[in-house]
């Protein structure tokens, strides 16, 4: 039996979810908000985690996002209920990292459909991302912990799309499927040239594992094969123009960069271990570095103890 939690401020439609999944076999925790099924998680992390889209402040893509971001849990599967046909919430569920969404009304028996689909894939040995077909959480958690294990240093390049949100609202889904894709094919063809371990966290997010030799430079490789790639995708002029107009998160106008790919990377000594949260901590604040660099977008740093 699965353990699942479902979050929504609305009590009826809490009810009636819940419902359907005790139904379905499965026991379910009920949280009334986003900081309330934040805290939920991290306590105890269920097996799968559904949020509704609209539930205050933090709102379900605002949850998405911190669970995709730490690493602790960033393998658990969420599925997210969004407004029927509303792409703009589509695309900020894409950008959140979300494994699926479901529109609402919705037929219970979709729902359980849903949530068994992604129960089997995050019960695989080597759970895969569905957009990339890359290892995901999970299985970055375990090859993070073998290399502890082995006690040897190694290297987390973590890589992410600058400015996702606005590019994907501007050049539409297709283009910004196309970008991830592109992104995943860019790590992956570096990596397994030099034999390294290619995972996608989820979204536009993902890792390169190695040696601590290996890592500016694998970054810089990834980084530049991206670079080549995208044009192939984007409407013609775009690249030569090189920047547009859109939206930012606070809803104002100004002109943004085509989107390019960073990377934070990180140098771990398992003698010096921390904690995945610390990892975690640690890469968002050198990827805020790699983001400010107007030339290469890559920022490393090494782990203490």
């Known amino acids: 039996m699965s353990e699942i939690l ?7 439609l809490r009810e009636m979810v819940a419902e359907v999944l005790r139904a ?21 992390a269920p097996d799968l985690v559904i949020l509704d889209y609209r539930m205050g402040t933090p709102d379900g893509f605002a949850v ?8 602790r849990i960033a393998h658990l599967p969420v599925l997210i209920l969004t407004a029927q046909s509303d792409i703009e919430d589509r695309l900020r569920g894409f950008d959140a990292g979300a494994d699926d969404y479901l529109h609402k009304p919705f037929d219970p ?3 359980l459909a849903r949530v068994s689909a992604l129960l089997r894939l995050a019960q695989r040995g080597l759970d895969r991302n569905p957009t990339t077909g890359l290892p995901g959480g999970e299985a970055i958690h375990h090859e993070i912990e073998r290399r502890r294990g082995e006690g040897k240093p ?12 606005p590019f994907a609202d501007h050049f539409g889904f297709a283009v910004a499927d196309a970008a991830i894709r592109a992104a995943g094919e860019a790590v992956t063809g570096v990596g397994g040239e030099a034999g390294a371990f290619v995972g996608h966290v989820g979204g536009d997010d993902f890792v390169l594992l190695c040696t601590p030799e290996d ?20 409407p013609d002029g775009a690249v030569s123009v090189g920047s547009y107009s859109g939206r930012d998160r ?50 490393e740093v090494q782990m203490a103890g």
């Open 6 to 12: 479902f979050a929504d401020d609305d009590a009826g």
């Open 24 to 44: 379905g076999g499965h026991r379910v925790r009920l949280a009334t908000n986003g900081t309330q099924a934040l805290a939920e998680v991290r306590a105890d």
């Open 64 to 71: 998405c996002r911190e669970i995709k971001s730490d690493l």
């Open 109 to 111: 028996r979709e729902l």
């Open 154 to 165: 190694f290297a987390v390049c973590y890589f992410d799309l600058d400015h996702f949100k």
């Open 215 to 234: 890592a500016r430079q694998l970054a810089e490789k990834v980084t530049e094969r991206f670079r080549r790639a995208l044009p192939a995708h984007l």
């Open 250 to 299: 606070y809803g104002v106008q100004r002109e943004f960069p085509i989107t390019r790919l960073s990377a934070a990377v990180v140098h771990i000594d398992p003698a010096h271990w921390s904690s995945l949260e610390a990892l975690g901590e640690l890469v968002a604040d050198v990827k805020h570095r790699a983001k400010q660099d107007g030339t290469i977008g890559i920022a």
